[in-house]
């Protein structure tokens, strides 16, 4: 089988080939550049931020000044013979300041320009500007190395080298002598006709309010605002009786006794079933309150179960304290009593219910030890819930004091009821909640004698 071939006809004249001829280049549309001349006290500014994000509603004000490098000023245009400035103070806590690159900076010697250009024209006009760098400092931050650069002025050039080339105790009494100074006004050492010398306003000020002392508080006032910040819960100082000291609505919060169920415990009791826990504390109560028959009392032990389990619980995070486990974590040891009830704890005792410093565990502990000495009538063996919490004897006390509580050995009757031996006391210290409170006072450093 034979193929038919294609013939080749040639291209006729006149025909346009067949390969695409190039297109023609189209003329650059001439554009003219001209420069306008520095003549205006005034120019366009290029600024910068480096590193921050102004506020486009920020007002600045401009300043001038002529340039430190520059003495003649004669032929040279106003860029050159002038330094400019941008501030702004109208930011709440920041100060914004733009400032022109120095000379001998990485960019002195460019020159920047802002340039128009008209399409239809083709003229490209081009102006000189000012290239500035805006800098932003904390307004407190500024304030202090003013006052620091002040400071360090008003010392002698004799005391500025001790304070850099002296021993710590000649260092420490050059600064006592600067900040005690009080320093009479320099142009006038005394008024006419008085050997007295004149203050300026802020050395009188001073003095004036070291005449007056009947504002200084007492140490019963330091005592009084001590104990309202210290990690305890609030006693009422007009209590007439123990029970009015720390009531049971302000140690377990408001609603949440209504969310304690008992009925598991008291059936348990009935049947003469063991009730197992993880405190030592509630296991040795639970049978004893419960035949009492008072629920507000069961409900307040099961409680002190939950923040002894939740106490438990917490992981040590060094330094910052304790944090509270993640919500998958928390359930399996907490998972038995309800999340609502576990959030309500962690909101109350937990900074930002996520981590508990050493005030908020203090505080917790001092909670937990008001608690247990409120379900044991008053006077509670502090060794069952220093079991409960780890802590050593001395701490445990500590915390039992916190709360207005005395610490004291069981006598020869509390012992025999407690059944323990004389060799044991000293392990099975009672807190005895009585009134009048006794806190642990302030320490007031006494002056050494020299």
């Not at 025909?15 to 650059?28: D, G, L, R």
């Not at 500035?132 to 002040?150: F, I, N, P, Q, Y």
């Not at 502090?382 to 780890?390: A, P, T």
Request: charged content about 30%; overall charge positive.
């Amino acid at each position: 089988m034979s193929e038919k071939k294609r013939k080749y006809t040639s291209q006729e004249a006149g025909e346009p080939p067949h390969k695409k001829a190039a297109p023609e280049p189209i003329p650059a549309e001439v554009v003219k550049v001209s420069f306008l001349p520095e003549e205006d006290e005034w120019a366009p500014i290029v600024a910068s931020t480096p590193g921050l994000s102004l506020p486009s509603d920020l007002p600045l004000k401009s300043y001038t000044r002529p340039r430190k490098h520059d003495t003649s000023s004669i032929g040279k245009s106003t860029i050159a013979v002038s330094e400019h400035l941008l501030h702004t103070s109208a930011h709440s806590k920041m100060d914004y300041v733009g400032r022109e690159d120095e000379a001998g900076g990485a960019e002195a010697l460019l020159k920047h320009y802002i340039g128009v250009f008209d399409e239809q024209s083709g003229q490209l006009q081009l102006v000189r500007s000012r290239k500035m760098v805006l800098r932003g400092t904390v307004r407190s931050e500024r304030a202090d190395t003013e006052a620091e650069k002040e400071k360090s002025q008003g010392l002698s050039a004799r005391s500025t080298l001790g304070l850099e080339f002296g021993s710590k105790k000649s260092q420490r009494a050059i600064q006592d002598l600067t900040k005690n100074a009080i320093s009479p006004l320099k142009h006038s050492r005394s008024a006419p006709g008085s050997s007295q010398q004149i203050l300026d306003p802020i050395a009188s000020a001073i003095v004036s309010s070291m005449a007056t002392t009947t504002s200084m508080p007492s140490r019963e006032d330091l005592q009084v605002a001590a104990d309202e910040s210290k990690p305890r819960p609030k006693p009422n100082f007009a209590a007439e009786t123990p029970a009015d000291i720390y009531s049971i609505d302000q140690l377990v919060g408001p609603g949440i006794l209504r969310q304690m169920t008992v009925k598991e415990w008291q059936d348990a009791v009935e049947s003469k079933e063991d009730i197992l826990t993880k405190s030592r504390f509630v296991s040795q109560r639970i049978q004893s309150v419960v035949l009492s028959g008072d629920v507000r009392r069961m409900k307040t032990l099961k409680y002190l179960l939950l923040l002894l389990e939740w106490h438990g619980a917490l992981v040590p995070a060094g330094k910052r304290g304790h944090q509270i486990r993640e919500y998958d974590k928390l359930r399996e040891k907490l998972g038995s009593w309800g999340s609502e009830l576990v959030r309500q704890v962690s909101d109350r005792f937990a900074e930002g219910g996520k981590s508990l410093n050493r005030w908020h565990l203090d505080n917790l502990i001092t909670h937990i030890c008001a608690l247990a000495i409120t379900i044991d009538d008053f006077t509670t063996d502090v060794s069952d819930i220093k079991d409960d919490l780890r802590l050593e004897n001395k701490d445990i006390r500590k915390y039992f004091k916190e709360i207005g509580a005395r610490v004291v050995n069981p006598t020869e009757p509390e012992r025999a009821k407690m059944s323990i031996s004389k060799a044991e006391v000293a392990g099975h210290q009672l807190a005895k909640l009585r009134l009048p409170l006794e806190f642990p006072k302030i320490r007031v450093l006494m002056a050494k004698r020299k």
